[in-house]
């Protein structure tokens, strides 16, 4: 099985602090997913990633993905509350199968 | 929207019971996947099956069994509960064709095996 492996586990910053999250595994992806999780419902897609080097951005989040295909990081900016939750990376493994970090914990308090 | 909808959102069942979860997509998905979901683990996939009567183990098979009868229709079955089957169980869909489709994920079953 692949191993994909995220950082950190857990953080817990103030509102308006800027935060990175680490996506790594050993073996190239062909494309990654990235997902949020909020309490109590399940993971919905933020963004998809697909080359070397791609650059995405969706408001205060920007998605990077590694020239070599084996990473990806997510940058949120001025962190609110409302981005609390647990973001997921998803490797695609082909057969449309996905295999999954094990999550970063974001809390951000007002 | 894509509907994922899971049977239960709570469930508690009793060491060596026949437990079944179900889930249902409305968006004639072909792909259907079962997760579960462990503080520290993240998503690991059980089984997931990409057309009826079609199914394929995922990294986490050994305990559990699946049925898709109807397109619209994945239920994961616990053949006999053990404790350590307690867990969030996930299940998501997604259209076939390409590799970068995303996955819609019902709200989760939390289940307790006591």
């Known amino acids: 099985t692949q191993l994909l492996e995220q950082s950190p586990q857990f953080l817990s910053i103030q509102e308006g602090e800027n935060l990175t999250v680490y996506c790594n595994s050993s073996s190239v992806f062909s494309s990654l997913q990235w997902y949020r999780q909020e309490p109590g419902e399940g993971p919905v897609l933020l963004v998809t990633v697909v080359t070397g080097g791609e650059v995405k951005k969706l408001k205060r989040l920007t998605f990077q993905f590694g020239d070599a295909r084996k990473d990806s990081s997510l940058h949120i900016t001025a962190a609110q509350p409302g981005d609390t939750g647990l973001y997921l990376c998803g490797m695609n493994t082909g057969f449309q199968k996905l295999v999954f970090g094990t999550g970063t914990r974001l809390l951000v308090s007002p | 929207d894509v509907k994922v909808t899971q049977s239960s959102r709570y469930l508690v069942k009793r060491t060596g019971e026949k437990v079944f979860l179900e889930c249902v997509q409305d968006?004639?998905?072909?792909?259907m996947f079962w997760y579960r979901q462990d503080p520290g683990l993240g998503l690991r996939l059980i089984y997931f099956s990409y057309d009826v009567k079609m199914k394929e183990k995922g990294d986490i098979p050994e305990g559990y069994s699946v049925s898709r009868e109807k397109k619209e229709r994945f239920s994961l079955i616990l053949e006999s509960a053990s404790t350590n089957q307690t867990s969030m169980y996930l299940c998501?869909?997604?259209?076939?064709?390409?590799?970068?489709?995303?996955?819609?994920f019902g709200d989760g079953t939390r289940l307790s095996i006591l």
């Open positions: 998501a869909s997604s259209l076939a064709g390409g590799y970068n489709q995303p996955q819609h």
């Open positions: 968006m004639d998905h072909e792909n």
